[in-house]
């Protein structure tokens, strides 16, 4: 099994619809974070937790918000979908103390909104 | 001007070249990852170091903090290692991660 799981892997969904991306870790790693990544861009950071209790924005955080469930999940929800949020979406995990920083990235999760 | 850039953009070299791609970054760091994503989208981790050099099989990454400068080095390049390589840099102080736009690297048998 991945280390890092992602559903959906592909959704298309209309403009105004409420669509969640989930995300569930296998490390242990409290650190969880959802990036955005755009064709000629860098992956961008959308929101990130460092704990179960911890939320932060990260810089591109409109639009969105997430739910960190457990320590193992992680969620991101767009609730009213617009075109420019097509794009792929990365959970990914890390954990400084224990794994020496190493981050996992879930396999990616492509959005289209039509 | 970005924070990390990674040069070049795009390469293409036949199968069996050393191959070089380079990241300057102008921030602050505490480490830096280098990253591979395969057309299928998905990344891993290839490395993260914050001196010296590292080496595994075939893919050698150094770093050098005063000139805020690193290089993954392919040796004997090969169709398979034809992906996108991204270069990260963990900002020291936030933690937070901060990313080039990638290196699209083909190589033709």
């Known amino acids: 099994d991945a280390d890092v799981t992602q559903t959906p892997r592909n959704r298309i969904t209309k403009t105004g619809k409420r669509i969640m991306l989930e995300c569930s870790q296998t490390k242990g790693h409290d650190r969880m974070y959802w990036y955005r990544q755009d064709p000629g861009l860098g992956l961008r950071l959308i929101y990130y937790s460092f704990d179960v209790k911890d939320i932060n924005k990260g810089e591109i955080s409109d639009g969105y918000s997430v739910s960190r469930q457990a320590q193992a999940k992680f969620s991101l929800s767009l609730e009213s979908a617009i075109p420019n949020q097509t794009a792929l979406y990365f959970c990914?995990?890390?954990?400084?103390?224990?794994?020496?920083?190493?981050?996992?990235f879930g396999e990616g999760s492509w959005l289209t909104v039509v | 001007k970005n924070e990390v850039e990674q040069s070049p953009q795009n390469l293409t070299a036949q199968e069996g070249e050393f191959i070089t791609i380079n990241c300057s970054y102008s921030?602050?760091?505490?480490?830096l990852h280098w990253l591979q994503q395969h057309p299928g989208g998905g990344i891993v981790s290839l490395f993260m170091l914050s001196s010296g050099k590292k080496k595994h099989g075939r893919l050698i990454a150094t770093i050098n903090i005063q000139e805020k400068h690193s290089s993954l080095h392919i040796t004997a390049s090969h169709p398979r290692d034809s992906a996108v390589y991204i270069c990260?840099?963990?900002?020291?102080?936030?933690?937070?991660?901060?990313f080039g736009t990638g290196t699209r690297l083909t190589i033709i048998p």
């Open positions: 990914a995990t890390s954990d400084p103390q224990g794994d020496g920083n190493t981050i996992y």
């Open positions: 990260a840099v963990i900002n020291f102080g936030n933690e937070k991660l901060t």
């Open positions: 921030v602050g760091i505490s480490a």
